[in-house]
């Protein structure tokens, strides 16, 4: 039976991802912060759906909470990076911890994950890993500056990681939502510097636009917004033949970015 780790696994894609492997006969090792106190309600779900899913605490800004979650779930076959984090609001508005903190869920978290469970996949010596980008790893606009150049990082840390990693038998993809039906928008933190945010009363407009435009397509019985679009392109790389993996795959709506790769990669692969 082939094991499966999924961070952030408490809502969203993370959570039914670990329900659709579980399904597929895995070990899903589904991970999440604070198991026992504020997702409670979460793991137990999650332990009540299905025997083949273990909730495991894993804390992506935590090396000593990312370490013992790795000794105690040891060799996985797959590891999908799926926690992430998204931050609100004009550049000069936010804090630098809040800065910080952006960058530290989305990029230092997957190195810390992906470097925990590396030596056991080099060892044996096959592995698929899959980092939850975004489309906004290919695009940049207003409002969302720290979480467009995040997920910018995260696409150059995981072509790099994937070229290094081939040679040893482990595949790397990314896999870059659009807007999905989940609590991620919502959720975003808003900027702490509120006098400089007054300045930016035009930015703020543009964001209500923004969020108004995604509400709408996620609202659209016929746009590709559920999560488990994303679900299904993951079990497509998991399900595919090693070494011929994607370096990206684009799930659901798009802006253009699935041109942008192809021109990206009409350079690139020369």
């Known amino acids: 039976m082939k094991s499966i780790l999924i961070t952030g696994s408490s809502t969203g894609i993370g959570f039914q991802a670990a329900k659709h492997f ?3 006969g895995f070990t899903v090792w589904a991970t999440m912060r604070n198991s026992e106190t504020k997702n409670t309600e979460a793991a137990q779900s999650l332990r009540d759906y299905s025997d083949n899913i273990r909730v495991v605490e894993l804390d992506v800004t935590s090396d000593d909470s990312v370490n013992a ?3 105690k779930v040891g060799t996985v076959d797959v590891l999908i990076n799926n ?3 998204g931050l609100g609001g004009a550049i000069e508005t936010l804090a630098t911890d809040q800065f910080k903190f952006q960058f530290d869920v989305n990029v230092t978290g997957v190195f ?3 470097k925990a469970f590396l030596p056991a996949m080099r060892e ?3 592995g698929l890993i899959i980092m939850v980008s975004s489309i906004a790893g290919r695009l940049a606009g207003p409002g969302f500056g720290a979480y467009y150049a995040s997920k910018w990082a995260l696409e150059g840390l ?3 990681l994937r ?4 040679p040893l038998g482990i595949d790397v993809s990314i896999v870059q939502p659009g807007p999905f039906a989940t609590n991620f928008l919502p959720n975003m933190e ?3 510097d509120l006098a400089v945010a007054s300045a930016y009363g035009h930015l703020a407009e543009a964001q209500q636009q923004f969020m108004e435009t995604v509400k709408s397509l996620v609202e659209d019985p016929e746009a590709p917004t559920d999560p488990s679009v994303v679900v299904e392109d993951f079990d497509a790389l998991v399900n595919a033949s090693p070494g011929n993996r994607p370096v990206r795959v684009v799930s659901g709506l798009d802006f253009g970015v699935r041109a942008i790769n192809a021109a990206i990669e009409q350079v690139t692969s020369n």
Request: net charge negative.
């Open 124 to 126: 044996q010596g096959s």
């Open 112 to 114: 810390r994950v992906t």
């Open 190 to 192: 808003p900027p702490k």
């Open 163 to 166: 070229m290094e990693l081939a």
């Open 83 to 85: 926690a992430g984090y």
């Open 22 to 24: 579980a399904n597929q």
């Open 69 to 71: 979650a790795a000794e």
């Open 158 to 160: 995981s072509e790099s």
